[in-house]
C-alpha cells in the first residue's frame, strides 16, 4: 500500500538573487558520457530524517525555510541544475543538440521543491530495512518534468512525518548527474545547511559572506572541454539515440519503463559486515588455491558477486527449472575521471560513467558456492580490463545488451557505491536514518551503499516480487553461514 502523502505546495527554489552570478546566462554542452545517458530514467533517492515528536509548526517554521534558503545558496555554486536541457537552435540542414541552458530571465527557471506531509504513521516501517511495497516509496519523491523540448534536471521534495520525522526524495536526470555528480550536489546541500544552522542565520535576503565558498571536494567543476573526443564518440551515441535524418524532431523524453507490475514488487536492504565480506574473500582464496588465478577481490567485487548469485537462485527457485537456461547480464557502471588521459579532476560535474559488462547463463550462476566464485571471476576480469579506450566500444555493447534483452535476457546492474558516504548527509538534524534509491524498482538495479551503522561494512538494497525477495533472504543467509563455517 502506497504512502498516504498530501502535498501543500510546490515552488521553485532559485539561486539567490542578491548574487551577481545568478545574473549570468549560461550554457553547457553535453558530453558524449552524458549523451549517453540521455534516454535514461530519472535517478530517485530518498533520505530520512529521524526526529521524535517533531511537530509542523517546527517543520514549517524551521526546516522547510532553511532547506529552502541553503538550497538557494547551493544553486549559487551549481547554477545549471537551476536551468533545463533543451535544444540548441542549427541550421536548417543540421540536426538540433540538446544543451544545458540557465537564464534568470527564464520564466521557469529553479529547482521544484514540493513540500508535503505523510497521513500514514509509517516512517519507522519506510526507514527500515525489512521488506516494504515498493510502490510505497513512489509518493515520497518528485517527478521531473520532461516533455519533447525540455526536461528539468533536478527536483525535490520535502515530506514531514508528523511526530517521527521528515524525508527528503530527489529527483535527477541521469544524463546530467551521475552518482558522484549527484552526490556532491546533496552534500553541497547539507553543508551549507548546517552552516546556516550553526550560524543561526535566517535571513532569507542576504547571505552570510563565509557561505561563498565549498569545500574543495565538493565545489563542481563544469569544464567540459576536460572530457575530449578525438574519435567522435558524441555523434555516434547521438545517433544511436536519434535519426540522423536533420528534418526529423527529436524528442527528450526518457525511455518509457519496462512493463512491470509495481504492485507485486517489493524491496528489503541486506547488511554484509566487514567480517562477513572477510569470509567470503577467504572462501574464494581456499577454491582459488587450486588454480592460482590472480582475483581482484575488493568489497565491491565480492558484494555484487554475492547479491547477483542470490538473485539468479532466487528467480530461479520461484521461476520454473528451464530457467536454467535463461541468459543474463551482469556488470557494473565505471566511474572513468581518473581514468581519462589526462585524468579529469574528482570534482567534475557531469555524467562521467560507463559500463562494463559480461554475458552469462542462470546454470553459471547455480548453487551458491560455485555460482558465487563465477561471479567473483567474471566481475574480477571486467575490473582488471577496465582502461580509458574500454569505453570506445559502449555503443556495440550496449546494442548486444539492448538484443540479448529484447530476447529475454535478464540485467543485473548496479546504482550507488560504497565510496559516496550518503549516509553523511546531515542537514544539521543529524545523519540520515536511512537512504533509499527508489529508481531500481525500475531499472531492476541492486544499491550499493556504506552501512548505516558506519562500522565499515556493505548495504545492500534489492526489488524483488515477494516470493523472490523471500527466496533471496534466506540464500543470503544460509550463504553466509556457509562462508562462516570451518573448513
Given at each position: ?66 532547506l529552502k534558503h541553503s538550497l538557494s545558496l547551493t544553486l549559487l555554486h551549481y547554477l545549471p541544475l537551476a536551468g533545463s536541457i533543451v535544444w540548441r537552435p542549427q541550421a536548417q540542414d ?27 504513521n509509517d516512517f519507522s516501517h519506510l526507514s527500515s530495512n525489512g521488506i516494504r511495497g515498493a510502490v510505497e516509496f513512489h509518493p515520497l519523491v518528485p517527478q521531473l518534468s520532461i516533455s ?34 549527484t552526490t556532491m550536489f546533496v552534500k553541497s546541500w547539507a553543508y551549507l545547511c548546517k552552516q546556516l544552522a550553526e550560524l543561526g542565520h535566517q535571513d532569507q535576503k542576504q547571505e552570510p ?279
Amino acid at each position: 500500500m502506497a504512502a498516504k502523502v498530501v502535498e501543500q505546495e510546490v515552488t521553485k527554489v532559485t539561486p539567490l538573487r542578491s548574487h551577481s552570478s545568478s545574473a549570468q546566462e549560461l550554457t553547457l554542452p553535453l558530453t558524449y558520457f552524458d549523451i549517453l545517458w540521455l534516454k535514461f530514467p530519472p535517478v530517485e533517492r530518498i533520505f530520512f530524517y529521524e526526529i521524535t515528536g517533531l511537530a509542523s509548526d517546527f517543520f514549517n517554521s524551521e526546516i522547510v525555510p532553511r532547506l529552502k534558503h541553503s538550497l538557494s545558496l547551493t544553486l549559487l555554486h551549481y547554477l545549471p541544475l537551476a536551468g533545463s536541457i533543451v535544444w540548441r537552435p542549427q541550421a536548417q540542414d543540421q540536426q538540433q543538440q540538446p544543451i544545458i541552458y540557465y537564464s534568470p530571465d527564464d520564466d521557469d527557471y529553479g529547482v521544484s521543491v514540493t513540500v508535503a506531509v505523510s497521513s500514514n504513521n509509517d516512517f519507522s516501517h519506510l526507514s527500515s530495512n525489512g521488506i516494504r511495497g515498493a510502490v510505497e516509496f513512489h509518493p515520497l519523491v518528485p517527478q521531473l518534468s520532461i516533455s519533447d523540448d525540455k526536461a528539468e534536471i533536478v527536483a525535490a521534495q520535502i515530506t514531514l512525518f508528523p511526530d517521527q520525522g521528515f524525508s527528503i526524495g530527489v529527483s535527477s536526470h541521469h544524463a546530467i548527474l551521475d552518482g558522484k555528480s549527484t552526490t556532491m550536489f546533496v552534500k553541497s546541500w547539507a553543508y551549507l545547511c548546517k552552516q546556516l544552522a550553526e550560524l543561526g542565520h535566517q535571513d532569507q535576503k542576504q547571505e552570510p559572506s563565509n557561505l561563498n565558498v565549498l569545500p574543495e571536494l565538493l565545489t563542481p567543476v563544469f569544464d567540459r572541454t576536460l572530457i575530449k573526443d578525438p574519435k567522435g564518440l558524441y555523434m555516434r551515441y547521438f545517433n544511436m539515440w536519434f535519426s540522423s535524418d536533420p528534418s526529423s524532431k527529436p524528442s527528450l523524453k526518457v525511455l518509457p519503463p519496462v512493463s512491470v507490475d509495481f504492485n507485486k514488487l517489493v524491496r528489503a536492504s541486506f547488511v554484509l559486515t566487514r567480517e562477513d565480506i572477510k569470509k567470503l574473500r577467504d572462501s574464494i582464496n581456499d577454491l582459488n588455491d587450486s588454480k592460482q588465478k590472480q582475483l581482484h577481490l575488493s568489497t565491491y567485487v565480492l558484494t555484487l558477486a554475492y547479491a547477483y548469485v542470490c538473485i539468479v537462485n532466487a528467480k530461479r527457485e520461484e521461476e520454473a527449472a528451464a530457467a536454467a537456461n535463461r541468459d543474463f547480464i551482469f556488470g557494473f557502471p565505471v566511474d572513468y575521471r581518473s581514468r581519462l588521459n589526462p585524468p579529469a579532476p574528482l570534482n567534475y560535474f557531469g555524467n562521467c560513467v560507463g559500463r562494463v559488462a559480461e554475458f552469462a547463463k542462470a546454470s553459471d550462476f547455480m548453487q551458491l558456492e560455485k555460482g558465487f566464485a563465477f561471479a567473483v571471476e567474471k566481475l574480477s576480469d571486467l575490473v582488471k580490463g577496465i582502461d580509458a579506450d574500454a569505453f570506445e566500444g559502449s555503443k556495440e555493447k550496449i546494442a548486444q545488451i539492448m538484443a540479448k534483452l529484447k530476447q529475454g535476457a535478464l540485467l543485473l546492474s548496479v546504482a550507488g557505491s560504497t565510496h559516496f558516504d550518503v549516509y553523511g548527509s546531515d542537514f544539521g538534524w543529524g545523519r540520515p536514518k536511512k537512504v533509499e534509491i527508489v529508481s531500481i524498482d525500475v531499472s531492476g538495479a541492486v544499491s550499493l551503499a556504506e552501512s548505516g551503522d558506519g562500522c565499515g561494512g556493505v548495504e545492500v538494497g534489492v526489488v524483488l516480487e515477494k516470493p523472490q525477495m523471500e527466496a533471496f533472504a534466506s540464500l543470503f543467509v544460509d550463504g553466509l553461514d556457509a562462508a562462516r563455517a570451518p573448513r
